[in-house]
């Protein structure tokens, strides 16, 4: 196809016929993965949202527990696909529709991204590299199957980078509004976006850009009037909680920092003199993304939304889960595969060998193809045990349907046994995070005795704590609930309580 004409060609059918083929084996891949983590497989955070999904399919309303109005999913777009789904087919089976919609839109995501850097002209060599990157690296397999938002989110930016190129930007407005919906940290590629847009459109009257604009505001402008309303807060408590467990909007110390930018690139062997690595890899990526903005126009909002992306992440000091380096790894690829292509063109040049040998690059994609085969046959052939769903079990099985459980790992616990939950982490529990601001690294004691549960489910950290001969509240913790057993795992213990049954409701006290 001529980029420019949009005529079909016999270069572009052979183009066209090479991303199908590519997408066809990614698919396989992720079929693949998938049916070795279903059921009880997924990341745990994903069943959050399978929770709230289900509930609002049975008709209780965008809720976790039944009655309470907080907002604990971080995707309220996903949210509602699912619950549309379980209507569809069934309540039971959100798993399935979660990673159904996960691969298809992982593939989406492929095919879009694709096509927005054939318009934007982008170098042969590199589209197809990173197209092959998209399609076979260990880490976007794992987060197609994985249940949570992020394939959403990175089909939505795909999406919206393939609109911008296009200068589709009424529909560029409403696709930004669903990515408002889809996850709170998809405001950074926004910003890159209209960063981009406002230096394409410098020249332009302002009423080019006032459409779109509009459409967006109305969209974002609603769904926080609902969330005012309906949660009396437009802050999700998932945010809230989030920041207060996880010591938010601090400074960020070297170890932070380095394990963070780890995520691309794979320095935390070095230790502190890692930072220096990081430090020097990203001085070599300047000239090229330079040069990417200078040649290539188009592809700006990705060279804005790394070091955004980056800069925002360090200076929030947000929790280092694996579903919040997969967007900026999107754009960090780009990128890198373009500073590859950047230097390699001047070492050809400065050896006086011919350019032609840089069509080799595009290779690394059959190494990224046995990747994605090691990685697949080790997963599957590695046995699915995941302590939290014995542990599920154990409650459906035992304790009755009324009973109360207080826990950090709330997901697959709370979307299988449908129990009430008491969040550990504040997600769905706000009084968690107010017990965690008043009595810091006491809180846990004062919260099991307030909460009361029926079960309390701890990690090996927390277990000095409660084991104080000191806090009332521990001692309290200790003459009401018997250990019930342990598991333990590679880095983790995870250790079950039951409350005593002659333990007696009447002794619990206010901290």
């Not at 940290?185 to 009423?207: N, Y």
């Not at 009973?403 to 969040?423: N, P, V």
């Not at 009084?431 to 810091?440: F, I, M, N, W």
Request: hydrophobic residues 55%; proline residues 6%; charged residues 15%.
């Amino acid at each position: 196809m001529d980029r420019s004409k949009g005529e079909w060609s016999f270069a572009g059918l052979k183009s066209r016929s090479l991303l199908w083929l590519l997408i066809a084996c990614a698919a396989i891949f992720r079929i693949i993965l998938a049916a070795h983590l279903v059921p009880d497989g997924l990341f745990d955070d994903g069943y959050i949202t399978f929770r709230y999904a289900r509930n609002l399919a049975r008709g209780f309303g965008l809720v976790f527990n039944p009655g309470e109005h907080v907002l604990g999913t971080t995707s309220p777009l996903f949210t509602f696909l699912l619950a549309a789904g379980a209507r569809l087919f069934g309540a039971h089976y959100i798993e399935h529709v979660a990673v159904t919609l996960g691969i298809l839109f992982s593939l989406c995501s492929i095919y879009f991204s694709e096509r927005a850097l054939d318009i934007a002209s982008i170098p042969e060599e590199v589209k197809w590299t990173f197209v092959s990157l998209l399609c076979f690296l260990p880490s976007f397999l794992t987060n197609a199957t994985s249940g949570m938002e992020t394939p959403l989110v990175l089909f939505l930016m795909a999406l919206s980078f393939y609109l911008y190129v296009q200068d589709r930007l009424s529909a560029l407005a409403i696709v930004g509004g669903l990515l408002f919906l889809s996850r709170i940290d998809t405001g950074i590629w926004l910003m890159a976006l209209g960063l981009a847009i406002l230096f394409a459109t410098m020249r332009k009257p302002f009423a080019v850009l006032l459409r779109p604009l509009l459409i967006f505001c109305a969209i974002v402008g609603a769904w926080l009037c609902f969330t005012r309303i309906y949660f009396g807060s437009i802050i999700p408590q998932s945010v809230v909680g989030k920041a207060v467990s996880h010591a938010a909007f601090v400074l960020p110390d070297a170890n932070y920092t380095l394990t963070f930018l780890s995520a691309f690139i794979p320095a935390l062997r070095f230790g502190i003199w890692g930072l220096l690595v990081v430090a020097f890899v990203f001085l070599l990526l300047l000239p090229p993304a330079i040069d990417l903005c200078k040649k290539y126009p188009l592809a700006r909002p990705v060279v804005f939304f790394f070091p955004l992306y980056v800069g925002l992440f360090l200076a929030s000091h947000a929790p280092l889960f694996s579903w919040y380096v997969m967007p900026p790894k999107w754009g960090f690829y780009l990128l890198a595969i373009y500073a590859l292509h950047f230097y390699a063109l001047r070492i050809l040049a400065l050896f006086h060998l011919p350019e032609a040998a840089i069509r080799a690059l595009p290779a690394l994609g059959l190494v990224l193809f046995f990747l994605a085969v090691v990685a697949v046959k080790r997963e599957v052939a590695s046995p699915l045990f995941v302590p939290v769903a014995a542990i599920a079990d154990y409650i459906q099985e035992n304790l009755p349907a009324n009973s109360k459980i207080f826990l950090e790992h709330i997901g697959l616990i709370g979307y299988k046994t449908d129990r009430y939950i008491y969040d550990y982490m504040g997600l769905v529990t706000p009084e968690t995070t107010r017990l965690r601001k008043a009595y810091g690294p006491s809180w846990l004691p004062k919260a099991a005795r307030k909460y009361d549960a029926d079960m309390v489910v701890l990690y090996n950290a927390d277990i000095p704590v409660i084991q104080s001969t000191r806090d009332a509240d521990a001692l309290w913790f200790q003459a009401n609930y018997s250990h019930l057993r342990d598991y333990v795992l590679p880095d983790l213990t995870i250790s079950v309580f039951l409350k005593n049954p002659s333990a007696s409701a009447s002794s619990r006290a206010n901290p």
